[in-house]
């Protein structure tokens, strides 16, 4: 092999250390530049998986194409630190225009997307080609500044490898800075353009850098000079040896890229899914090939003996691979059934799992490079080949990880594959002569003798099952304590890794409860039935003539479900993400014509919702939507004040609009930026309790006639509809307007000067959920439902949509309403607080529902309980609710025996306790009561509800007890 001779005498004295500066702020500009851009993209072009995936490919082709062209012309550059300059001064002016630009496209792209939309195939296509063509200039000008950079420091050290690992090390490190950068404090501050702003500042000082370095230089132009390799074969310049290692570099990005996306997938498992996560989950990657790449160039400072470890290197990271999977439970245990969301508790997690296969990546990357560079005359040809392999890897990598490997295999056979895939990595190095030794010699050393066995070892014996047994347990475990909920389905999908969890009581399924990743999405318990059911409730009772819906992210299907109840929608369709969670329908509903998806009103659609919007030339009589909380990672674009105007717009004129605000997740400016950006698209919004903290927005294009009364009470005559509204506690059309908090002037009273949530300022949201005691307290005058009423009562909107005879007459509902507010808040968890609250409803009201749920049970309970009995199940708690419910239809008698049988079967909780002494009053049994209260130790009670309950019924019922020791106390 001929040596490569260079004059470093006659060479430019570029200082390294400040050429090292330069490239770390054009780092941290790469990074801040890709989060913007890929923000922008997924309004542009959607955040489905598939449209996610396809715009990191065309970015990465960019890259990829500026590293091959610089690679096949760049020796021929007289002052590669100038054209350096020049590529800076591109990505900054083009990646700026590009942050302005990618959201103006959308009206240009919806009418040329919409019509594929029934046709992934030529759909994705079209996106990625869209994407390549947008990110071509400014990736592809990223992707050329390392190979220039490298060669134009390389003419003053010929050390290819330290310089390469020290540039690649300094570039990766500012990234590191730029996406946490990002994160915590520029998108807050700046919002999306100001950071692009500061991005593109970025670029041009290190521009500027570049030029007073090369004029400071003041030396004629050196060209890159080289030999010709002796064994580049005819035709083959590059010869077996080189195509060796661009092959284990290409395979070592891809396999680096692919781990970063399982892992990311594995780590929310854990952590919840946030910005502030993703953020920091990318910048221990990033950090680890920094660490690596100047380990690399420490090491090669010595000389280029360290490149013969390079397959040892490799058959390491094998092994950590493996490793750091099978020890990473250590590191969790401490915090199972907790959410990991503060950054050190993140870091914690990620640090260990990711770090060291990262860095032994980035020392891989450096030392094939010192390898290469022995193979290809030129360096900048060496540069620009090697990252070319590596961002050719990367992109298939991450592709192949994401829509292939994950689905199918699922997280750990994934690991498994890529922790072998070094194994190949390995060969090729060594085939490609990196050891300077055979085979059969190189295997006679101690060193790689232990390196291949310890990686068989772990790759044979990989921990198969560790998933199941341990890691699935973390974000499950506060369900299977708080509910006693077991897992009955995992799936781990395209975008998520979904568990359906099941709650059984009596050996009867009382709700499922659908976890993706570490966060419970959703659930059919009965409170979450009851606010989802409202989305589709709400505008049917005041649109009663509504013909077609939209449903946007599908959840359990209870909101789906709600809209089928209504025969004059004829088509809905429905938008999600997930088709994984749309296929976990059959497992929640199993029976025969219970799954709404297959009702044949109903189209799915697996997309984007605000893509959806932007591209669907449909309108709606009724669109609503129950995204994911807006603090989850690309969920903020559909809780914004542009997507609610696109909302908007899809209605037909006095279409409405109904919104999940989940405000228990919410700080609340936070809640008050989503108001005043829902307001600024339905100036008549209007806001409405669901079930405890989840509320619901409501608005309509261009306002609403008034609904009639017969209209309007149409709905609880309808055989179908009339049955599910009353099940969900709303029993007549008064009880609906008891749900109203306020009309669209108090909510612009209470917004106050919070600006509204838009694409721009995407961080007004906050990574960390509030601290719930800080919630409660914001949000409790809102509970308050006597004042709610007051402003029912004088609400201009109110007075121009409702019927007016429904106005005065649901007024005392709102003293039902604020019983169950205490209900739901817990400031009264049921009996004995709720004692005399229960005996106003059964004494002067019809209601049956409202008394079940402060006696402590609800007609999903209920249902249970009958299907037991029915089974011939003789439990003392089917017995007691059989027993409140005949108390809730005041029927004494019966309420009186089975509730009396239930405790004489051992059902000693405080809540059987109090309905039956109450009932044994209600009797006028006088004497039984008193007995019963000191036998059952209920006299003994001394909490503020216990004396409050029995002063109450001494005052309503003459009931007269001493306190005593318990015969057969209750419990709680």
């Keep these: 092999m001929l040596a490569v001779k260079r004059d470093a005498a006659t060479s430019p004295p570029f200082p390294a250390a400040g050429l090292s500066l330069i490239f770390f702020l054009s780092g941290a500009a790469a990074l801040i530049f890709e989060a913007l851009w890929f923000h922008q993209a997924g309004l542009a072009l959607g955040n489905s998986v598939w449209a996610s995936s396809l715009v990191l490919a065309g970015f990465m082709g960019g890259l990829a194409l500026g590293n091959?062209?610089?690679?096949?012309?760049?020796?021929?550059?007289?002052?590669?630190?100038?054209?350096?300059?020049?590529?800076?001064?591109?990505?900054?002016?083009?990646?700026?225009?590009?942050?302005?630009?990618?959201?103006?496209l959308i009206p240009l792209l919806a009418p040329w997307l919409g019509p594929l939309a029934g046709h992934p195939l030529a759909l994705n296509t079209v996106r990625l080609g869209v994407a390549f063509i947008m990110l071509l200039i400014p990736a592809t000008a990223m992707g050329a500044t390392l190979p220039l950079v490298v060669a134009a420091l390389h003419r003053r050290d010929p050390?290819?490898?330290?310089?390469?690992?020290?540039?690649?090390?300094?570039?990766?490190?500012?990234?590191?800075?730029?996406?946490?950068?990002?994160?915590?404090?520029?998108?807050?501050?700046?919002?999306?353009?100001?950071?692009?702003?500061?991005?593109?500042?970025?670029?041009?000082?290190?521009?500027?850098?570049?030029?007073?370095l090369a004029w400071a230089a003041g030396r004629a132009p050196v060209r890159d000079r080289g030999a010709t390799p002796v064994e580049a074969g005819a035709g083959h310049p590059l010869g077996r040896r080189g195509w060796g290692l661009l092959a284990a570099t290409f395979i070592c990005g891809g396999i680096l890229l692919a781990l970063e996306v399982v892992w990311f997938r594995f780590l929310q498992l854990f952590v919840l899914g946030t910005g502030l996560a993703f953020a920091l989950m990318l910048a221990v990657v990033l950090a680890g090939i920094a660490l690596g790449g100047l380990l690399g160039s420490v090491w090669l400072s010595r000389?280029?003996?360290?490149?013969?470890?390079?397959?040892?290197?490799?058959?390491?990271?094998?092994?950590?691979?493996?490793?750091?999977?099978?020890?990473?439970?250590?590191?969790?245990?401490?915090?199972?059934?907790?959410?990991?969301?503060?950054?050190?508790?993140?870091?914690?997690?990620?640090?260990?799992?990711?770090?060291?296969?990262?860095?032994?990546?980035?020392?891989?990357?450096?030392?094939?490079?010192?390898?290469?560079?022995?193979?290809?005359?030129?360096?900048?040809?060496?540069?620009?080949?090697?990252?070319?392999?590596?961002?050719?890897?990367?992109?298939?990598?991450?592709?192949?990880?994401?829509?292939?490997?994950?689905?199918?295999?699922?997280?750990?056979?994934?690991?498994?594959?890529?922790?072998?895939?070094?194994?190949?990595?390995?060969?090729?190095?060594?085939?490609?002569?990196?050891?300077?030794l055979s085979a059969g010699r190189w295997l006679r050393r101690p060193l790689p003798v232990t390196a291949l066995i310890g990686f068989l070892l772990a790759v044979l014996f990989f921990p198969a099952g560790l998933l199941q047994r341990r890691y699935l347990d973390y974000p499950t475990a506060y369900y299977r304590r708080a509910e006693g909920a077991q897992v009955v389905a995992v799936r781990e999908g395209l975008t998520e890794t979904v568990i359906l969890m099941e709650v059984k009581r009596f050996g009867e399924t009382l709700y499922h409860r659908l976890v993706t990743n570490a966060f419970s999405m959703s659930a059919t318990t009965y409170p979450s039935q009851r606010y989802m059911s409202l989305f589709a409730d709400l505008p049917m009772v005041l649109r009663p003539q509504a013909s077609n819906a939209l449903l946007i992210s599908y959840g359990v299907g209870v909101t789906a479900r709600a809209l089928l109840n209504r025969a004059s929608l004829a088509e809905i369709d429905v938008v999600d993400t997930s088709r994984d969670i749309l296929e976990m329908s059959r497992r929640i509903y199993p029976g025969a014509g219970e799954n709404p998806l297959l009702d044949p009103r109903v189209t799915v659609h697996v997309e984007d919702g605000r893509f959806f919007l932007q591209t669907t030339g449909k309108t709606y009589d009724i669109i609503t939507g129950e995204p994911p909380p807006p603090r989850m990672a690309g969920i903020i674009n559909l809780y914004t004040r542009e997507y609610f105007h696109l909302l908007a717009a899809r209605l037909k004129p006095g279409g409405m609009a109904t919104y999940w605000l989940p405000v228990h997740s919410l700080h609340p400016d936070e809640a008050r930026a989503i108001m005043a950006a829902f307001c600024d698209a339905?100036?008549?919004?209007?806001?409405?309790?669901?079930?405890?903290?989840?509320?619901?927005?409501?608005?309509?294009?261009?306002?609403?006639?008034?609904?009639?009364?017969?209209?309007?009470?149409?709905?609880?005559?309808?055989?179908?509809?009339?049955?599910?509204?009353?099940?969900?506690?709303m029993e007549r059309p008064e009880q609906l307007g008891a749900?109203?908090?306020?009309?669209?002037?108090?909510?612009?009273?209470?917004?106050?000067?919070?600006?509204p949530l838009d694409d721009d300022h995407p961080r007004r949201?906050?990574?960390?959920?509030?601290?719930?005691?800080?919630?409660?307290?914001?949000?409790?005058?809102?509970?308050?439902?006597?004042?709610?009423?007051?402003?029912?009562?004088?609400?201009?909107?109110?007075?121009?949509?409702?019927?007016?005879?429904?106005i005065s007459a649901s007024l005392p509902y709102f003293l039902v309403?604020?019983?169950?507010?205490?209900?739901?808040?817990?400031?009264?968890?049921?009996?004995?607080?709720?004692?005399?609250?229960?005996?106003?409803?059964?004494?002067?009201?019809?209601?049956?529902?409202?008394?079940?749920?402060?006696?402590?049970?609800?007609?999903?309970?209920?249902?249970?309980?009958?299907?037991?009995?029915?089974?011939?199940?003789?439990?003392?708690?089917?017995?007691?609710?059989?027993?409140?419910?005949?108390?809730?239809?005041?029927?004494?008698?019966?309420?009186?025996?089975?509730?009396?049988?239930?405790?004489?079967?051992?059902d000693h909780r405080a809540s059987t306790a109090w309905a039956l002494l109450y009932v044994l009053c209600r009797n006028g049994e006088i004497e039984q009561a008193a007995a019963f209260a000191t036998g059952s130790g209920l006299a003994a009670d001394e909490t503020a509800g216990g004396r409050g309950a029995l002063e109450f019924l001494a005052a309503r019922f003459g009931l007269q007890v001493a306190a005593g020791q318990p015969a057969g106390g209750a419990g709680h």
């Design 739 to 755: 749900l109203f908090l306020a009309d669209a002037a108090t909510l612009k009273e209470w917004i106050g000067g919070v600006m």
């Design 817 to 906: 309403q604020r019983d169950l507010n205490r209900l739901m808040f817990s400031e009264t968890p049921g009996l004995p607080d709720s004692l005399p609250a229960v005996h106003e409803l059964l004494t002067e009201t019809d209601l049956t529902v409202m008394p079940l749920l402060l006696l402590g049970t609800d007609p999903q309970a209920l249902d249970a309980a009958d299907r037991a009995r029915a089974r011939g199940v003789d439990d003392a708690e089917v017995t007691a609710r059989l027993g409140l419910r005949a108390l809730a239809h005041r029927d004494l008698p019966g309420a009186t025996s089975q509730l009396m049988a239930a405790w004489q079967q051992g």
């Design 682 to 729: 339905f100036p008549d919004c209007t806001l409405w309790s669901g079930a405890g903290w989840d509320w619901l927005l409501a608005g309509s294009r261009g306002g609403m006639e008034r609904a009639d009364a017969e209209g309007f009470s149409r709905s609880w005559d309808d055989p179908v509809a009339g049955p599910a509204l009353r099940r969900m506690g």
């Design 303 to 436: 000389g280029p003996a360290p490149v013969r470890q390079a397959p040892v290197v490799a058959l390491s990271g094998g092994v950590a691979v493996v490793g750091v999977y099978l020890l990473l439970d250590l590191v969790i245990q401490p915090f199972q059934g907790e959410f990991l969301q503060t950054w050190d508790r993140i870091l914690l997690v990620a640090v260990p799992l990711m770090l060291p296969v990262s860095l032994l990546s980035g020392l891989l990357f450096t030392l094939l490079g010192e390898a290469l560079n022995t193979v290809i005359a030129s360096c900048t040809r060496a540069a620009g080949y090697l990252t070319l392999a590596n961002t050719g890897g990367a992109m298939l990598g991450s592709a192949l990880a994401g829509l292939v490997l994950l689905p199918s295999l699922g997280m750990e056979r994934s690991l498994r594959w890529l922790a072998a895939g070094y194994g190949v990595a390995a060969l090729c190095m060594l085939l490609a002569g990196t050891t300077g």
């Design 68 to 104: 091959a062209l610089v690679g096949y012309a760049g020796h021929r550059l007289a002052r590669p630190l100038r054209a350096y300059g020049v590529m800076e001064i591109v990505v900054g002016m083009t990646g700026l225009g590009l942050v302005y630009l990618l959201p103006a």
């Design 159 to 212: 050390r290819f490898g330290r310089v390469l690992g020290r540039l690649y090390g300094w570039n990766t490190l500012g990234a590191v800075v730029g996406v946490v950068l990002a994160e915590i404090l520029l998108l807050p501050v700046l919002g999306v353009r100001g950071s692009g702003w500061l991005a593109a500042g970025l670029d041009l000082l290190a521009a500027a850098g570049a030029f007073a």
């Design 765 to 806: 949201l906050r990574s960390r959920e509030p601290d719930m005691k800080a919630v409660y307290e914001a949000y409790r005058p809102w509970t308050d439902a006597v004042a709610a009423g007051r402003r029912f009562a004088g609400s201009p909107w109110i007075r121009q949509v409702w019927p007016q005879s429904l």
